[in-house]
């Protein structure tokens, strides 16, 4: 797979303008970048960004390919996974008077900052760990390194 160099395509997304738009309005947006650099891999798909009446809902559809190493015959490769993401952004400030809002009281809550920025690159990140496998196998019936080593002389 060829690397990107520079910034990864993941919106970064003002949604000042949405915040003032009527409950229900909506954007989308096209995702096609690099993860960050803690997960090797690739990311294209599409959100959208929905206005509901407590913060911004985005939900997309995601298809990741990551760069793994197999846990029995630790050769890379590369595994594709899809999967539809869900989660609201609370805002942090109140977008009419600019005052800072109390917390959300969960500390893993998806937040807009302070300049009313969504990081869809953050939501992205944490859905492909949580989908990423515990024992990555490079094919299902890889038997690890030893029976490599016997075909490989013959
Ligand atoms: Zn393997």
Redesign the pocket.
């Known amino acids: 797979m060829d690397k990107i160099n520079g910034e990864p395509l993941i919106p970064l997304v003002n949604v000042a303008q949405l915040l003032k738009e009527p409950v229900g309005s909506s954007r989308s947006y096209a995702v096609d970048g690099m993860l960050h650099e803690e997960i090797d891999g690739s990311v294209r798909g599409h959100f959208k960004l929905i206005n509901t009446d407590r913060g911004i809902l985005a939900k997309g559809a995601l298809a990741v390919e990551v760069e793994l190493s197999?846990?029995?015959?630790?050769?890379g490769?590369t595994y594709a996974l899809e999967f539809e993401a869900e989660e609201e952004f609370l805002p942090t400030i109140d977008i009419a008077s600019g005052l800072d809002l109390s917390p959300p009281e969960e500390a893993d809550e998806f937040t807009i900052d302070s300049k009313n920025i969504l990081d869809l690159g953050e939501l992205i990140r944490q859905y492909t760990l949580l989908n990423l496998p515990m024992k990555p196998?490079?094919?299902p019936e890889?038997?690890?390194i030893k029976e490599?080593n016997s075909y490989g002389t013959t």
């Open positions: 197999c846990s029995r015959c630790l050769n490769f196998l490079c094919r890889c038997s690890g490599m």
